[in-house]
Each structure stands twice: as structure tokens, then as C-alpha cells.
């Protein structure tokens, strides 16, 4: 099977591309900077951006399924405008392409930033609305309308399947990726506190198994929550120090005191053209979509997620190999 992917390169691709070449489908592939995790990988690349609809047909001709997952990832207020034109654009751009085409499948790997995080004290599953309203962060408001675009289009007839993952760990992470960096800052010790929030943590690879198995069995229009364990950021330090021996921090801010300087924080890291340890943006995800529910990705895709413990061990030795470990 000829398959065409959006994203390869990046955290949940690279481990998507190994997947599918197991299975020994032939794999295009868009490729628009940095192949880091895709390089000597027997794929056929299309070189261009998801916002360049000539690259994204080009990539879709004669293939018979597309998983999009190509998107901008972004805690920082400033991108807003950036993310809308990459996630919510590009979105429309695979989805015009694939219906012109005639592809038989596509699959929008979205988030469960997407879904509506009210009320937050329940679970949030598959019912769940899209997520909108004032103060929503620019990528949960991005990745909403770009479900918005998928489903418009299955409500059109496309045959489209949704998943949505939570917050994303474990092999392969070349870049790496935002959840990637936490993890290494932690190993370098360079994370002078944490803040007092939790959230719900999945292996990268129980995600590919829940795209795969959606892809295969998942009726038109279906959705899936790829959920995997909830924890704090301390009980995640934590794991990190068992696995690799490094020293947690050991200060711990409350959640008011951390959003009370996140502005400021997010204005020193923008004048010394660094990374902010922490924007509004990210404390809101720390306060929303905490307890996740992936029964139905259990009961209907053979879904089971692996103990965090086992993740974190995985991700580490994996960084290690890569040489991202300073000892």
C-alpha cells in the first residue's frame, strides 16, 4: 500500500514511518526542514510546505491513505498567528488536496487540546465539543478549527477518522519535542523548580498503535481520545530521577504564584532570546484536561497504554543512544 504522511520528521512521524515500513507499506513523505527523523529511512520525499497546496497534491497523487499529522506546536503567545496559518490553513490545504485526489482514507492526528476541557472536573472523552470561548491558548484554538476542517469535510462524505492524543513521550524525539525537552532539562538539571499542575501522559508508540488501528478499523467520522496516565509534574521529575540517577528539583511553586509571574517570565525569555520555562499557555494546560478517558480506544482498538515508569526508562535510553545526554 502507497501511503502518504504529513509530519514524518517530527516526534510521533518518526515513530509513525517505522511503523508503516514494518508493516511494508510504501511511504511519501513531505519534507519541509529538518529530516533528522526520517534520514536513511526508505521513504519517497516531496520536498515543500503543508501551506503550498502544489507540495501537498503532489504528495497525495495515487496514494491510498494520508495521515496528517503535520502541525506547529507552541506555548508562546506571539505565535498565535503563526499557529492558526499552519494547523488551521494546512489542514485545509491536506483536506482540499485528499478530497481532489479521491483518497480513500485520511487520518487527522488532532490533540485533546482540541476538546473542550469544561466541565474539568469530569473525564473528557470523545463527546466532548471542540474547544473554543475567550482566554483559549493559540494551540488549542488552532487545533479546534482544524478538527472543525476534518469534520466539516466527513460531514461533506470524506471518509476520515480523528484521534486525539494527550500529552506525548518516548522514543525517537530527534528535535526534540516540547514534552522531549522537559524531560532533558530535567536529566541537566536545568530546571530550577517546577509548578504545581498535572496532566495525562502517553507513549508515543501506544499512540502510532491507536493511528494504525483506527486507520484499519475505525468506521467513517470516528474519533478516539489516545489517553495514557495522569501525573503530576512532580510525580514526572520523580520517575526521572529513579530511571537516571540525576537529582529532581525540589522546589515546587503553587499554581497561583506561577501564573502570577508567567508574564513576566514569558517578557525576560523574549529579551534574552531564550526559551520561557513556562507561559500562561502552558499553566493552562497544567489546569485543564486532567482526567482523560481512552475506554473507547480500549474497547474498539485493541488500546492498552504501558506504565509511565516504562516510558520514561524508554525515552531515556533512546536519548542516550542518540547521544542527547551530556554524560
Known amino acids: 500500500m502507497l501511503v502518504a504522511i504529513t509530519g514524518a520528521a517530527g516526534h510521533v512521524g518518526a515513530n509513525l514511518v517505522r511503523a508503516l515500513i514494518a508493516r ?11 529530516q533528522r527523523g526520517i534520514a536513511g529511512l526508505p521513504v519517497e520525499p516531496v ?9 501537498v497534491e503532489r504528495l497525495v497523487a495515487g496514494v491510498e491513505r494520508v495521515y496528517h499529522l503535520a502541525a506547529k506546536i507552541s506555548i508562546e503567545p506571539a505565535d498565535r498567528e503563526l499557529l492558526q496559518r499552519v494547523n488551521v490553513g494546512g489542514t485545509q490545504c491536506v483536506v482540499a488536496a485528499c478530497r481532489r485526489a479521491g483518497i480513500r482514507r485520511l487520518v487527522y492526528v488532532s490533540s485533546i487540546h482540541a476538546l473542550s476541557s469544561f466541565p474539568v472536573l469530569q473525564a473528557v472523552t470523545e463527546d466532548r465539543p471542540l474547544a473554543g470561548g475567550q482566554g483559549l491558548p493559540g494551540y488549542d484554538a488552532s487545533k479546534a478549527l482544524a478538527e472543525r476542517v476534518v469534520r466539516d469535510a466527513i460531514d461533506a462524505g470524506m471518509d476520515a477518522v480523528i484521534v486525539n492524543p494527550t500529552g506525548i513521550l518516548g522514543p525517537y524525539d530527534f528535535r526534540p519535542s516540547h514534552l522531549g525537552e522537559v524531560l532533558l532539562d530535567l536529566y541537566h538539571g536545568r530546571l530550577p523548580g517546577l509548578v504545581a499542575g498535572s496532566f495525562d501522559w502517553v507513549d508515543v508508540r501506544e499512540v502510532v498503535h491507536g493511528i494504525l488501528q483506527a486507520a484499519d478499523q475505525a468506521p467513517r467520522g470516528a474519533r478516539f481520545v489516545l489517553g495514557g496516565h ?76 504501558r506504565p509511565l515508569e516504562v516510558t520514561v526508562r524508554d525515552t531515556f535510553a533512546w536519548f542516550r543512544s542518540a547521544g542527547m545526554l551530556a554524560c
Open 230 to 305: 495522569r501525573a503530576s509534574l512532580q510525580a514526572l521529575s520523580l520517575l526521572v530521577e529513579q530511571v537516571t540517577g540525576q537529582p529532581r528539583p525540589r522546589l515546587v511553586a503553587p499554581m497561583w504564584l506561577a501564573r502570577a509571574v508567567a508574564p513576566a517570565a514569558v517578557l525576560a525569555a523574549r529579551m534574552t532570546r531564550k526559551r520561557p520555562l513556562f507561559t500562561p499557555e502552558s499553566l493552562y494546560a497544567l489546569r485543564h484536561h486532567r482526567e482523560v478517558s481512552h475506554a473507547r480506544a480500549r474497547q474498539q482498538l485493541d488500546y492498552l497504554a
Open 24 to 34: 511494508g507499506a510504501t511511504v511519501r513523505v513531505l519534507v519541509h526542514e529538518d
Open 47 to 55: 520536498f515543500g510546505s503543508i501551506c503550498d497546496p502544489l507540495a
